[in-house]
């Protein structure tokens, strides 16, 4: 296999790519007719679209179908700048997500195709570029799926001493309703992870009752420096052992459907860790709350801007750039 030219500092995000199919439920047909609008999605897809319009390097590892989807997946991964030499062509079809939304933008969803695909890197590929690699992201139902679990663990273990290695669960049990799955690869994971997302309804499908603050603040350790906790219209929540909790109150949006609202934080709130430079357990830990307040800011405020459109359409660096801007100009001084 030939050398790959790889830029230094590269994230490598890996997990799941497919289709998010919006249904349209205002232009339904009396004859039971189902309009659809098909967006290119799934957590990880959306996480390193999002760092590449934000100017990070990324590369991105999944599996893609040699179907017309597959084809327009790989085609907008090279449109937006994503590395694809990480990529698999080995999945039989394009993995599918049917999205309705209520009446507050919320998402319910249903997967098709996610079984077979290999969600994780080559390793002769990861051999070639490994010092290259500033950070590593996984995420989703792929750290789930018994074809790429255990290698995404394993990848996890290999880069724990070496990048930034963060995590965000984005629970789905539509696709693996059983809990304890979870839990488990929550519990394999979080001890290799420096930056851990998870949101309020993540924690609320797999613990119940449990307080949130309190399991998050658990999550602290000598390689974890960071767990954020999203919360939805309320904002989010930030935890370190050295500033505690800091609160990032929402941003100001009109929202038209919450899908990839948690992905464009993410995306955002990695890019801004990156480009600052704080990509360790010791720079992160040794944030203060006004910094630690910049970095929730500015992951929310991509989320809002995420919202204010319907599918997961997250923001370059220009508008987020406008809304900074904005923000600015509209404060009182």
């Known amino acids: 296999m030939t050398a790959f030219a790889l830029e230094a500092g590269m994230h ?29 999605g799934g957590s990880p897809f959306n996480v390193a679209v999002g760092m590449a319009r934000l100017g990070v390097q990324v590369g991105f590892a999944s599996d893609l179908a040699r179907d017309f989807l597959g084809d327009r997946i790989a085609a907008q991964l090279t449109t937006e700048g994503v590395a ?40 002769e590929v990861i051999d070639q570029v490994e010092d290259k690699i500033e950070g590593v992201h996984l995420g989703s139902i792929a750290t789930v799926l018994p074809n790429s679990a255990r290698p995404l663990l394993c990848l996890a ?4 001493d070496r990048a930034l290695i963060s995590f965000d669960p984005n629970v789905r049990l539509s696709v693996v309703p059983e809990r304890a799955t979870w839990h488990g690869a929550i519990e394999d994971l979080r001890p290799l992870c420096h930056v851990i997302k998870v949101s309020e309804e ?12 309190a399991i998050c603040r658990a999550w602290l350790n000598d390689r974890t420096a960071l767990v954020v906790l999203t919360r939805g219209s309320q904002g989010a929540s930030l935890f370190t052992h050295a500033a505690g909790c800091v609160e990032i109150p929402p941003a ?5 459907d919450t899908v990839g609202a948690g992905d464009s934080f993410m995306a955002a709130m990695l890019s801004m860790l990156t480009q600052e430079r704080w990509v360790s357990s010791a720079a992160i830990a040794s944030l ?8 929730g800011s500015f992951a ?10 319907r599918g997961p359409i ?20």
Do not use: M
């Not at 929310?300 to 459109?309: E, F, I, L, Q, Y």
């Open 12 to 40: 490598l995000i890996c997990g799941e790519a497919l289709y998010d199919l919006f249904v349209d439920e205002g232009e339904t047909g009396s004859t039971g007719e189902v309009r659809l609008k098909a967006v290119a």
């Open 84 to 123: 694809n030499q990480f990529l698999r062509r080995s999945a039989v079809i394009t993995a599918l997500a049917i999205i309705a939304t209520d009446d507050l933008g919320k998402p319910r969803y249903s997967f098709s195709g996610l079984d077979q695909a290999l969600y994780y890197p080559v390793g």
């Open 157 to 160: 273990h290999r880069f724990a």
């Open 202 to 213: 993540d924690i609320a499908l797999l613990y119940g009752d449990a307080d949130p603050d």
């Open 252 to 256: 100001d949006t009109v929202v038209v």
């Open 288 to 295: 203060n709350a006004k910094q630690l307040f910049a970095l």
């Open 300 to 309: 929310v405020g991509a989320a809002g801007v995420t919202c204010s459109r």
């Open 314 to 333: 997250l923001p370059t660096s220009l508008e987020l750039e406008a809304l900074t801007r904005c923000s600015i100009d509209g404060a009182d001084v």
